[in-house]
T-cell receptor
Framework: GAVVSQHPSRVICKSGTSVKIECRSL??????MFWYRQFPKKSLMLMAT?????????EQGVEKDKFLINHASLTLSTLTVTSAHPEDSSFYIC????????????FGPGTRLTVL | DAKTTQPTSMDCAEGRAANLPCNHS???????VYWYRQIHSQGPQYIIH???NNETNEMASLIITEDRKSSTLILPHATLRDTAVYYC?????????????FGKGTTLSVSS
């Protein structure tokens, strides 16, 4: 299947700082990527849909000014957690759909964010 | 998208078949059944999907009842590495630009 990578795999930062997470489609072009967040022992929650060349669409309750999404190319989307707080500590996962394949969605390995 | 109901957890002995059920009684005619799994601290992994007919691939088999109101994912010879949370998701196929929505899934524990 198609490969989606994320960087970094884990990051620890101080409260108040910003953290950028990258999501790349390695062997295909993705016009649409998705960002999820997962708290311990919980399911994945969709945060936003990232569209190449246009603004992201955020789910209800997700602050767009706090979670900045940029999808500048067909292979890269970035999520920046601004002014991070301990409650932003979570597992962030991106995914992308492969054009032309019946609705399969491929996921990155996730990024573990810990805010101290 | 139709709602799905899965058991919270299941146990399986290594080497045995793991049969994971999913109820989707409100499924509509153009909705597919997808199965993904998530091993601890990893991103979800696609397993299989189907519309009406039973499907099989190198990972698993998907059995869909004739009325399509329920399905079963079968891992024919479970191994310890199959321990994961398994998600059954029902949605219309080829929905460009829309994300998968995850429920709580079934935690499958495979033991030796």
């Amino acid at each position: 299947g198609a490969v989606v990578s994320q960087h970094p795999s884990r990051v620890i930062c101080k409260s108040g700082t910003s953290v950028k997470i990258e999501c790349r489609s390695l062997d295909f072009q993705a016009t649409t990527m998705f960002w999820y967040r997962q708290f311990p022992k919980k399911s994945l929650m969709l945060m936003a849909t990232s569209n190449e060349g246009s603004k992201a669409t955020y789910e209800q309750g997700v602050e767009k000014d706090k979670f900045l999404i940029n999808h500048a190319s067909l292979t890269l989307s970035t999520l920046t957690v601004t002014s991070a707080h301990p409650e932003d500590s979570s597992f962030y996962i991106c995914s992308a759909r492969v054009p032309g394949i019946t609705d399969e969605q491929f996921f990155g390995p996730g990024t573990r964010l810990t805010v101290l | 998208d139709a709602k799905t109901t899965q058991p919270t957890s299941m146990d399986c002995a290594e080497g045995r078949a793991a049969n994971l059920p999913c109820n989707h009684s409100t499924i509509s005619g153009n909705e597919y059944v997808y199965w993904y799994r998530q091993i601890h601290s990893q991103g979800p992994q696609y397993i299989i999907h189907g519309l009406k007919n039973n499907e099989t691939n190198e990972m698993a088999s998907l059995i869909i009842t004739e009325d399509r109101k329920s399905s079963t994912l079968i891992l024919p010879h479970a191994t310890l590495r199959d321990t994961a949370v398994y998600y059954c998701i029902v949605r219309v196929g080829n929905q460009a630009g829309t994300a998968l929505i995850f429920g709580k899934g079934t935690t499958l524990s495979v033991s030796s």
